[in-house]
């Protein structure tokens, strides 16, 4: 989970947290624009964010942490995987790269995109998610809370060891999973500064509640899950091993008594 203390990979980790959410910022929230226009549905959007998610766990894993979400970082954090001075860095390149992603969608977006956006969304100009005024915040907070739970818990059990590497496209799924479940109550960001670095360049923090405590709190208790989940990996484990070495010493028993037979 983490890389390395070596100071010529600190670059390298930073920028990736940086550039994997202005990935996240930039092309979601361009698909929102799509969307907001009628140019794309939830499921686009769902197969857009896999496919970004996918590509930054492939190409970075070895050489940085691929966090990309605030969430994961506290997650890793509480698993004492890293410091939290790192910690605290990645969270701020994680931010920074949200902010920036929505900074370009406004130079790179076409001006009619924006003017039907702004007057049917607010503040979907810059692709940021919002809670559909057809839901209550209780049902955005739980979309949020659920999606940080089950996120976390997968990522932690398949960046827990080099042997799960061939499975990162899973943790990518999980956000199209929840884009196209949740995605039609909160957008599913499933990620805090997904919402505040739009939020901040719409300066329309309104939702701020739904979209930033919620996904940590899933977070801890997805920690509190994979710890429970791991320790019963463990246990079962330990009674297959326990098992396998009584048949081996049966075995081996047996294996006595038949040549004091065969002897006899």
């Given at each position: 989970m983490e890389v390395s203390s070596h100071p010529s990979l600190t670059f390298r980790e930073i920028f990736a947290e940086f550039y994997g959410l202005l990935m996240y910022s930039?092309?979601?929230?361009?698909?929102?624009?799509?969307?907001?226009?009628?140019?794309?549905?939830?499921?686009?959007?769902s197969m857009m964010v896999t496919g970004i998610f996918t590509i930054n766990y492939w190409m970075k894993r070895g050489v940085a942490a691929c966090h990309f979400n605030p969430v994961?970082?506290?997650?890793?954090?509480?698993?004492?995987?890293?410091?939290?001075?790192?910690?605290?860095?990645?969270m701020l390149a994680q931010i920074l790269g949200s902010?920036?992603?929505?900074l370009l969608l406004l130079f790179f977006v076409p001006t009619n995109f924006e003017e039907m956006a702004d007057d049917s969304a607010g503040n979907a100009i810059v692709g940021c998610p919002h809670l559909n005024?057809?839901?209550?915040?209780?049902?955005?907070?739980?979309?949020?809370?659920f999606g940080g739970l089950f996120l976390t818990v997968v990522y932690l059990?398949?960046?827990?060891?080099?042997?799960?590497?061939?499975?990162?496209?899973?943790?990518?799924?999980?956000?199209g999973m929840f884009k196209v479940s949740g995605g039609m109550v909160t957008g599913a960001a499933i990620d805090?500064?997904?919402?505040?670095?739009?939020?901040?360049v719409a300066l329309k923090l309104s939702d701020f509640y739904v979209y930033l405590f919620p996904p940590f709190f899933g977070g801890v208790l997805g920690v509190f899950l994979y710890r429970?989940?791991?320790k019963s990996k463990k246990e079962n484990d330990d009674e297959d091993d326990a098992e396998s070495k009584m048949d081996l010493v049966e075995n081996d028993e047996i294996e006595v008594e038949e040549e004091k037979i065969k002897r006899e």
């Open positions: 930039f092309f979601e929230g361009f698909a929102i624009l799509l969307a907001v226009n009628s140019l794309a549905n939830q499921f686009g959007i994961i970082t506290v997650a890793v954090l509480l698993e004492k995987k890293i410091s939290i001075t790192k910690a605290g860095i990645y902010y920036v992603g929505a005024d057809d839901f209550s915040p209780i049902a955005g907070i739980i979309v949020e809370l059990f398949i960046f827990s060891s080099p042997q799960y590497s061939t499975y990162t496209p899973c943790v990518a799924a999980v956000y805090p500064f997904r919402y505040m670095g739009p939020a901040m429970f989940l791991l």
